[in-house]
């Protein structure tokens, strides 16, 4: 328990160090998968910023579903029932985010209003202390690594 935990905090450590919401969350997690913190940083580059700063889902919730396709993916491309499975619960861990945070999209939870707004520029924003007063990402990436941590939880210690 007291490891999860732990990969909570990672998690918020990471995002707080420079690294996207999706890097953090994947990276706090992925050595359970054999995946070493590099290899998981660079898988999960791309879905910052809602997917490439372009305000779609929020990173953070894009690494519960790297993450859970990890702990329960298919890897046989006919299985269909495994396949329905990870979908299973990809489907109920973003149920559980979006009741925690209001929402999965990036633009909303940013309280960005309009496209040209939400998708101004492919250039990542500094990381300064006015960003991380004025953004709820910390919080996000918080939440997507204790839902995470909470499955878990409830896969392996019943």
Do not use: W
Not at 24 to 41: H, I, N, Q, R, W
Not at 48 to 65: E, F, L, N, P
Not at 71 to 92: F, H, L, N, P
């Amino acid at each position: 328990m007291n490891d999860l935990e732990h990969r909570v905090a990672r998690a918020v450590e990471n995002f707080m160090a420079g690294y996207g919401c999706c890097q953090s969350v994947v990276a706090a997690f992925a050595d359970l998968y054999g995946l070493d913190e590099e290899m998981a940083k660079r898988i999960a580059a791309g879905f910052g910023g809602g997917v490439g700063r372009m305000r779609m889902m929020c990173g953070a919730v894009s690494g519960i579903v790297i993450l859970v396709g990890l702990d329960c993916g298919q890897t046989e491309g006919s299985d269909r029932e495994g396949k329905s499975a990870c979908y299973k619960v990809v489907q109920e861990l973003l149920a559980k985010s979006k009741e925690a945070n209001g929402s999965l999209i990036c633009a909303e939870i940013l309280g960005l209003k309009g496209v040209e707004k939400a998708v101004s520029s492919y250039v990542a924003s500094p990381r300064t202390a006015e960003y991380y007063k004025t953004r709820p990402c910390a919080a996000k990436v918080e939440s997507a690594a204790r839902i995470f941590a909470d499955y878990l939880r409830q896969k392996y210690l019943p």
